[in-house]
């Protein structure tokens, strides 16, 4: 080979070189270069094959509006919990993460294969981490979770983390007379919830219901929801269940369907919480206690400590169902198959059973592995839950019509500037109708046509899919080709001279 063919095979090889280096960087951000350029697209879903459905990950938000989405996933962990739930913004949550009294590598691969496979490849980091309360069979797994994948907001509980001489980095957000936890498990995640996100230090809160601040919104129009605290209403808890009653209580709403939440809060912590419930009705004082007025039901409940006989009080019960709609309400217990505490006891689940809970919506990890719930957009434009094939309906959800953005009568919607009366409930200024907020008021038509729903697909040539990394990579093995060419033609071309 001569010089001058030497020094293009040289110049060739490290343009190759940086190329594959450049196109193997660009696969973290795969699924952004496939929307700009088109690979993902929106198409109406109806005749869409499950699996040809693309759900995208945290920090990329082109849900289409009248396609959002919640769902909410209670993994399988055993004998412990761990929750991931997909906001309609297209924001992610996971509340706690532990299985037993020791770190278990099994579970761990086990939540962390569950985040990859449900929240995408190109999942990188949570919006929201909560830990409800210090025991190890919810927090030992979760440090080496935020490890991999960092929350920019951490809620924790009012429990100082102290073993072998680690000074809690939030203790100065403690109460002064706050509980200890020693245990390598709980100062492992609070750790955890302390890691820096590409050098700048995230938001970690002392779960804290009379800090307003705390409610976590999001999403405008039809993917707006809210993540409210109700409990715990005691800065510091003993005796029996101590640890366990700094457990949130949390209500998820989206949509009108409602999942409430306890961690392992027991009849300490839920009786404050009913108490405060009872005193809302005639303290004359405005405040989100309010909301639970004898008509408020919640559509799934997740039973606290894994069904101890000790938490998921009936009071606690009567306060989230009404006699009307109870029958439609699930409740779901985790717990591991033979675990040595006898989880669930027969005292919590008889008072499932009298509170009117059917026995096919008592849902436990043990019998039916992971359970998930999706609330979304029908395609007669109303809003459902589905568990599995199952629908619930909730008759006061809101229909999604089309907007139009030049009618001042366009029907009641949250983000609706044009109506000044607006609560987030449709119709709410006519009281005389029962049926006037079971269907928006759209005069100009009075049977509007549904909503059409859109998924994300990929573009196909000859059956395949044209996803960034077939695309890129076919893309370089033309250039290979062609550098090889060049070479060679160099190479001639030198010899005709």
């Known amino acids: 080979m001569n010089k001058s063919r030497k020094k293009i095979a040289i110049i060739d090889i490290i343009i190759l070189v940086v190329l594959a280096i450049v196109l193997g960087v660009s696969m973290v951000w795969s699924r952004d270069i496939e929307l700009k350029l088109g690979l993902l697209y929106y198409v109406d879903a109806e005749g869409v094959a499950e699996e040809d459905i693309v759900t995208l990950s945290s920090g990329v938000h082109t849900s289409a509006d009248s396609s959002a989405e919640l769902k909410v996933h209670f993994v399988n962990v055993g004998q412990g919990d761990c929750a991931i739930i997909e906001l309609p913004d297209g924001k992610n949550m996971i509340i706690d993460a532990g299985r037993g009294t020791q770190k278990s590598n099994e579970a761990i691969n086990y939540v962390q294969s569950y985040i990859k496979d449900t929240l995408g490849d190109g999942f990188k980091y949570f919006d929201y981490a909560i830990l409800t309360h210090p025991d190890s069979d919810h927090c030992n797994i979760l440090d080496s979770v935020l490890n991999m994948y960092p929350s920019y907001v951490c809620y924790r509980p009012n429990v100082e983390a102290k073993n072998a001489g680690y000074t809690d980095q939030g203790k100065a957000d403690l109460t002064t007379d706050a509980t200890t936890k020693s245990s390598a498990a709980y100062v492992n995640a609070i750790k955890s919830m302390y890691k820096e996100i590409d050098g700048q230090p995230n938001v970690v809160y002392v779960t804290d219901p009379k800090d307003e601040s705390q409610t976590i919104t999001g999403g405008t129009g039809n993917s707006a929801y809210t993540f409210t605290f109700y409990a715990p209403l005691s800065a510091k808890y003993t005796g029996d269940g101590a640890s366990n009653n700094y457990s949130p209580i949390m209500i998820l709403d989206y949509q009108g369907y409602k999942f409430a939440m306890s961690g392992d809060a027991e009849k300490k912590n839920l009786g404050e919480f009913v ?223």
């Open 275 to 497: 108490a405060k419930v009872q005193a809302a009705k005639t303290d004359g004082v405005t405040d989100k206690y309010d909301v639970f007025t004898d008509d408020y039901c919640v559509n799934v409940i997740k039973a606290g400590h894994h069904g101890s006989e000790n938490a998921t009080t009936l009071d606690y019960l009567n306060v989230l169902t009404t006699p009307s709609g109870v029958s439609d309400v699930y409740s779901v217990i985790s717990c591991g198959a033979g675990n040595t505490y006898g989880h669930p006891h027969a005292a919590a689940l008889d008072r499932i059973k009298a509170v009117g809970i059917p026995d096919d919506n008592v849902l436990r990890t043990d019998q039916k592995g992971d359970i998930s719930f999706t609330v979304r957009v029908d395609e007669d434009g109303s809003y459902a839950m589905y568990c599995g094939d199952r629908k619930t309906q909730n008759p006061d959800a809101p229909v999604v019509t089309p907007d139009d953005p030049n009618d001042p009568d366009d029907p009641i919607t949250p983000d609706n500037p044009n109506n000044p009366d607006d609560d987030k409930k449709p119709n709410d200024d006519n009281n005389n109708n029962p049926d006037d907020d079971k269907k928006p008021e759209n005069p100009s038509d009075d049977d509007p046509e549904p909503v059409k729903i859109q998924v994300l697909v990929y573009r196909e040539l000859g059956g395949i899919k044209l996803k960034w990394a077939v695309v890129a990579w076919s893309c370089y093995a033309v250039v290979v080709l062609a550098a090889a060419v060049h070479i060679v033609l160099s190479g001639h071309g030198k010899n005709g001279d």
